[in-house]
């Protein structure tokens, strides 16, 4: 079992930045993939970017070139930069955790980002 531990939301102005993470409770293979998914208010929850154990990255297309995911193996953190953050970002953000194979996947209690003037 993985217990995931975000911090670092809130409230930010339109074009303000601000940094998640999350901290995993146990050590993490080579096999885990880490990542952020996002749900805003009536809306299904949608993948924000996921990270590899060897780093590779993939995004969304609405985040590319705003967000950047990176990942601390020895820590086993995952964080996530998000910049010139607009209102549609507004939601709460979940750390998930998969593994590759087994695909057992663990979420985080989710924080919330609200992006408003």
């Known amino acids: 079992q993985v217990q995931l531990v975000e911090s670092g939301g809130g409230l930010v102005q339109p074009g303000g930045s601000l940094r998640l993470s999350c901290a995993a409770s146990?050590?993490?293979?080579?096999?885990?993939?880490m990542g952020w998914y996002r749900q805003a208010p009536g809306k299904q929850r949608e993948l924000v970017a996921r990270?590899?154990?060897?780093?590779?990255?993939n995004y969304a297309n609405s985040v590319k070139g705003r967000f950047t995911i990176s990942r601390d193996n020895a820590k086993n953190t995952v964080a996530l930069e998000m910049n010139s953050l607009q209102s549609e970002d507004t939601a709460v953000y979940y750390c998930?955790?998969?593994?590759?194979?087994?695909?057992?996947?663990?979420w985080g209690q989710g924080t919330q980002v609200t992006v408003s003037s």
């Open positions: 998930n955790v998969e593994h590759v194979i087994s695909r057992a996947t663990y």
């Open positions: 146990a050590t993490l293979s080579s096999l885990y993939v």
């Open positions: 990270i590899t154990y060897g780093a590779n990255t």
